[in-house]
């Protein structure tokens, strides 16, 4: 097929996780681009998904620190969990002369700063019976848990690599 789906050519045998890997661009002539990012937090096909609660919340606290309470280098359009629980789809404006790779390295560097702010949180986020769809299917306690490991991650040396390319998705060790 000619007009796959971006996400279907990747070999997910090889996607090792945690990375945040380039896989969509739009140029708007006279306005800029939309550069969509797959921020693959677990391996695909492992027994290290993500529940759907942790998931759910994360949810809330991307769109509250991106939207609401954060200062962001990075201009979010949406942010979409993946349906195979390993991570999301991001996908931000870009009206300015940044690369790609400035793109991805500032969201790197904003997810470090969302994930802090939501360690410090009390509760979930628009988290009622009028905000949410599904306001009780949340885990604070279990998102921060999952939110301390990809801090330490997102920390380290070789935490959450950025890639470009398909060809460079299997450049971590399983």
């Known amino acids: 097929m000619e007009n796959r789906v971006e996400s279907f050519t990747v070999d997910h045998t090889k996607l090792n996780a945690p990375i945040i890997r380039h ?3 739009l140029d708007i002539p006279n306005w800029g681009n939309l550069v969509k990012i797959d921020l693959r937090l677990r391996k695909p096909n492992s027994d290290s998904l993500m529940s759907s609660p ?3 919340t994360i949810e809330h606290i991307f769109a509250v620190y991106f939207k609401e309470t954060g200062t962001p280098k990075s201009k979010i359009w ?3 969990p993946m349906g195979c629980k390993t991570g999301y789809y991001v996908t931000i404006i870009n009206q300015s002369e940044r690369t790609v790779q400035e793109v ?5 560097s904003d997810l470090i700063e969302c994930f802090e702010g939501g360690l410090k949180l009390d509760v979930v986020p628009y988290a009622t019976e009028i ?4 306001y009780e299917f949340h885990s604070l ?3 921060r848990l999952e939110i301390e490991s990809l801090l330490a991650e997102l920390r380290s040396k070789d ?7 398909a060809d460079k ?3 971590k060790e399983s």
């Open 23 to 25: 896989c969509g661009l």
């Open 54 to 56: 942790v998931m759910h």
């Open 78 to 80: 949406d942010i979409s």
């Open 104 to 108: 991805l390295e500032d969201f790197r």
């Open 131 to 134: 905000e949410c769809g599904s």
């Open 141 to 143: 306690p279990d998102a």
């Open 159 to 165: 935490g959450f690599p950025v890639v470009l390319t």
């Open 169 to 171: 998705i299997a450049n």
